[in-house]
């Protein structure tokens, strides 16, 4: 009695201790994942980095300043003039509510920070958050060890810092937390059948909905698993409990969000999660008869409930039919329809082709973006096998579905770092249990005899003595009785296959002392290599803003500030009310640093807006006059690589230009810019690609920086060198000339040229005259 008290006061002290100490390590996981992602504050300075973020920045300083009813209703008038934009009903409210409310809460507690600095920090603070949710999913599925390792390994893995860096204030900052932490609560209703749980998972859910896009992964995954679990015969009350809930409460939540509204129950993206509703509730019907019922009337009744489940299932697909049957693209999305079909982007929507996070990715972007995680995820799919459960079966499906969706757009490897880091922890805890276990059982024999093959065998007994000295223990307090020779006959059998069966399986668990401590010393090798690889990447690859550009040579550092160079004359130097046109990349970045009002921007939701910006930047100069006086554009904006080696440039652009406006404008035809199926800037270039607008505002006077005219983006010499601007004035180049800034030319100049060429053929009659002298007087 008072050694099994003993043992189990000693086993309760080591499990208190084992918690503080999981504590501790989970805090230096928070710090550590919020630390590596300030480089970009520290290498540079405190700034929003990118293009979207700066239209969610202006956002959260709108609601900080305005409030929360005012928000929901802004008709926001300096985007996509002359149409506008309804930002309340537009634009995924979770990011800008939840800067907005921690801004709220410190100045509350008289911490006086500014909106950008907030902005800039909510990032890495959610970054800490999701490596803590990560913990707790990976706990549910395989254990503490498995989630410690999980959470470490998300806390810096490139694929989620290059999203999260101090800076990068846009949706996915705050939505990967929401997708684990919808994850997590999942599977602990899973795992438990508690009705908080479902209760709270779906409000984690409404959470991910206002947060980002993204939401529709969730609503498809989730049931894919439910429907997984019925098909291979584990359905229980607690699936039930965990799934329906979710579909209840989530959907109606959903619908509150004006950006979904109704979309959450008319579109395909989540008509699957209604399909396996119904499946579902058949299924629990049919398990309730069968406890009630005898199995003659069980028949009887499973066969009417089928086909009343099978009826009603065909009816609702009829109705879900014939909603999307009239839409074009069956109710999917586009950017749904690209993830399913690669290449439909590319065929029938070319706006969502031509960002670039949206193209797939290449094998090296893995290795760049997981590093060793990529080796370790398949050792982790195995490890969730043995044995299989409801919790490891939804991670082998995470993983597999967010394999296929990163090798479709390079933007998606982001969902794939979760489980990436979540399969490797696993792979890791493992294997580190086994190879731990067979040093700590062998290192004591090392000693003792001299015998190596002894030792294992000794090593498996005690495995095999500690594995059965609880059951021992328990069949020793048990009463005894005599039992009958059947009995002993079944119970001899039951002793022998038990002891058989752990000696097999410890016999693979248990390695020789050598190879488990090289195994282990590799294993900390390629962890040393994975740290140093993403504090290389978070320090360099992902910590740059694109606002501000720098570049090393010979002579040191050199720092491009053209872009906030560019935006601060427009701001000092133009009305309040002008119009900037240019490519819809620079529409957030101009709207919210310079304030004035742009034709597009990077919302994208009028194709054929944006299509009439690329037919004028694809037309010769005065087609392009014309159409940008029609929009009342002032000024318009490029930005050209040339002198410096800036890749991301308007030229290299330019096709992307043609293609989305000779979607809507026939004449505007790629072949007519190509020589021999090839795109070229030089003396063998087009002459519609030479006399284009877009040529003309890139390359003029650009012959005078070298006096060769040699673009070092595209590495060649430009054709046409030496020409003039009749409609379009230069009225500021950037120190670098990254950015240049064109200034209409008024059509009262030509009118004027006009009326006097007509005034010197106006002796032919007085009604000429006439007509002149009121054509002089009319402003217009």
């Excluded at 969730?218 to 409990?241: A, E, F, K």
């Excluded at 992902?542 to 040191?556: K, W």
């Excluded at 003029?700 to 009749?726: A, N, P």
Aim: proline share 5%.
């Amino acid at each position: 009695m008072a050694a099994s008290s003993e043992t189990k006061g000693e086993g309760t002290l080591r499990k208190a201790f084992g918690g503080v100490l999981g504590f501790f390590i989970l805090l230096l996981i928070g710090a550590f994942a919020f630390s590596i992602r300030l480089f970009s504050v520290i290498k540079y300075e405190s700034v929003i980095h990118e293009f979207d973020p700066y239209f969610n920045y202006r956002v959260t300083q709108f609601l900080t300043k305005n409030g929360i009813y005012d928000f929901w209703n802004w008709f926001d008038d300096r985007t996509w003039y002359p149409l506008g934009r309804v930002i309340g009903g537009t634009v995924y409210p979770g990011l800008t509510l939840t800067a907005g409310s921690i801004w709220w809460l410190l100045n509350n507690l008289n911490i006086p920070l500014s909106v950008e600095t907030v902005c800039v920090f909510t990032a890495p603070i959610f970054s800490a958050n999701a490596s803590w949710a990560t913990y707790l999913l990976t706990k549910e599925v395989k254990g503490t060890g498995a989630g410690l390792t999980a959470a470490a390994l998300l806390a810096m893995v490139p694929s989620y810092i290059s999203r999260s860096v101090a800076g990068s204030y846009d949706n996915e900052a705050v939505a990967i937390f929401a997708l684990i932490f919808t994850f997590y609560l999942y599977i602990k209703t899973l795992n438990t059948g508690s009705l908080f749980y479902a209760t709270l998972n779906a409000l984690s859910y409404f959470y991910m909905v206002c947060s980002w896009g993204g939401y529709t992964f969730i609503i498809n995954l989730i049931p894919m698993h439910v429907l997984l679990c019925i098909v291979t015969g584990r359905y229980s009350p607690r699936l039930y409990i965990a799934y329906a809930p979710l579909v209840v409460l989530g959907t109606l939540l959903a619908s509150l969000v004006p950006v979904v509204g109704f979309n959450a129950v008319m579109t395909s993206e989540h008509f699957a999660s209604f399909l396996v509703f119904i499946i579902i509730h058949v299924v629990a019907l049919v398990y309730y008869i069968k406890g009630i019922l005898s199995p003659k009337m069980f028949k009887v009744a499973v066969t009417l409930v089928v086909t009343i489940g099978i009826a009603v299932c065909c009816a609702v697909l009829a109705i879900l039919i014939a909603l999307v049957a009239s839409s074009p693209t069956k109710g999917w999305s586009g950017r749904s329809l690209s993830l399913l079909d690669p290449t439909y982007a590319s065929k029938y929507i070319p706006i969502i082709a031509s960002v670039s996070e949206h193209q797939p990715p290449t094998w090296p972007s893995y290795f760049m973006d997981i590093n060793v995680l990529a080796f370790l995820v398949p050792a982790g799919i195995v490890a969730c096998f043995l044995p299989l459960s409801d919790a490891s079966s939804f991670m082998v499906l995470y993983i597999t579905t967010s394999v296929y969706f990163s090798g479709v757009m390079v933007r998606l490897m982001l969902v794939l770092a979760p489980a990436a880091c979540i399969m490797s922890g696993i792979a890791l805890s493992e294997a580190f249990d086994v190879f731990t276990r067979s040093i700590k059982l062998q290192l004591p024999k090392l000693f003792e005899s001299p015998s190596g093959s002894g030792d294992i065998d000794s090593t498996q007994d005690e495995v095999v003595k500690v594995d059965n000295k609880s059951a021992t223990d328990k069949s020793e307090t048990a009463p005894k009785e005599r039992p009958s020779k059947k009995n002993r006959k079944k119970e001899r059998e039951i002793v022998e296959t038990t002891i058989k069966k752990p000696l097999n399986a410890k016999r693979l668990l248990v390695l020789p002392l050598e190879a488990s401590s090289v195994a282990i010393l590799l294993l900390i090798i390629f962890g040393a290599f994975y740290v140093v690889h993403c504090v290389w990447a978070a320090a360099e690859a992902y910590s740059a803003p694109s606002i501000v550009l720098t570049s090393h040579s010979h002579d040191g550092l050199h720092v491009f500030d053209d872009f906030r160079e560019a935006y601060a004359w427009l701001r000092h130097n133009t009305d309040v009310d002008d119009k900037v046109a240019s490519w819809w990349d620079y529409g957030y970045q101009t709207t919210a640093m310079a304030n004035r009002t742009v034709i597009v921007d990077n919302n994208t939701w009028n194709n054929t807006h944006i299509a009439t910006v690329g037919t004028a930047m694809s037309s010769p100069e005065k087609p392009a006059w014309e159409i940008f006086n029609s929009l009342d554009v002032k000024y318009v904006l490029v930005v050209f690589g040339g002198l410096v080696g800036y890749p991301s440039d308007d030229i290299n652009k330019f096709l992307w230009m043609v293609r989305i406006g000779g979607g809507v404008f026939p004449h505007i035809r790629e072949p007519d810019y190509l020589r021999d199926g090839q795109y070229r800037i030089d003396a063998h270039a087009t002459p519609t690609m030479l006399n284009c607008l877009m040529y003309k505002l890139s390359y003029y006077r650009f012959v005078e920086t070298d006096g060769k005219g040699f673009d070092r983006v595209r590495r060649t010499e430009i054709g046409k060198k030496h020409f003039k601007l009749t409609h379009f004035e230069e009225v500021f180049t950037t120190h670098h000339w990254m950015v240049r800034i064109y200034k209409l030319k008024s059509p009262k100049n030509r009118i004027r040229g006009k009326s006097k060429k007509s005034k010197s053929n106006s002796k032919t009659g007085p009604s000429n005259s006439k007509r002149h002298s009121n054509l002089r007087k009319n402003p217009w």
